[in-house]
C-alpha cells in the first residue's frame, strides 16, 4: 500500500457519494496506514464492509479493531453486512 495507492483511494472517496459510502481512515501513531469503509445498498437495507491496511501492519489487529469500531456504529441500521475481500491481499 503506497503512498500513490493512498492519494488515488482518498481522490476516488471525495467523488463517491457520502451517502451511499462512508470511508475512515485507518491510523497508528499518527500515521495513516489503510482505510476502513462501508458501501450502503439503500433499497434493500444492506451494506459491505471493506478495508485495505499496509501489509507491514498486517497480523497486528487493525483490521478487527477498525471493523468492529465501523460495525458497532452501523450495524443497527442494516439487516445484513458482507465483507468485501480483495484477492491480491492474500499473495505473498
Given amino acids: 500500500y503506497s503512498r500513490s495507492d493512498a492519494e488515488t ?26 482505510g476502513i469503509n462501508i458501501t450502503l445498498d439503500l433499497p434493500n437495507r444492506c451494506a459491505e464492509l471493506g478495508w485495505s491496511i499496509a501489509r507491514e501492519h498486517w497480523s497486528k489487529g487493525f483490521a478487527t479493531e477498525s471493523a468492529k469500531t465501523v460495525l458497532d456504529i452501523s450495524f443497527h441500521s442494516y439487516s445484513e453486512l458482507v465483507p468485501d475481500i480483495d484477492a491480491i491481499n492474500w499473495i505473498e
Avoid: Y
Fill in 9 to 34: 483511494f482518498i481522490a476516488q472517496k471525495v467523488l463517491e457519494k457520502a451517502s451511499e459510502e462512508k470511508t475512515w481512515a485507518v491510523v497508528c501513531k499518527d500515521s495513516v496506514i489503510g
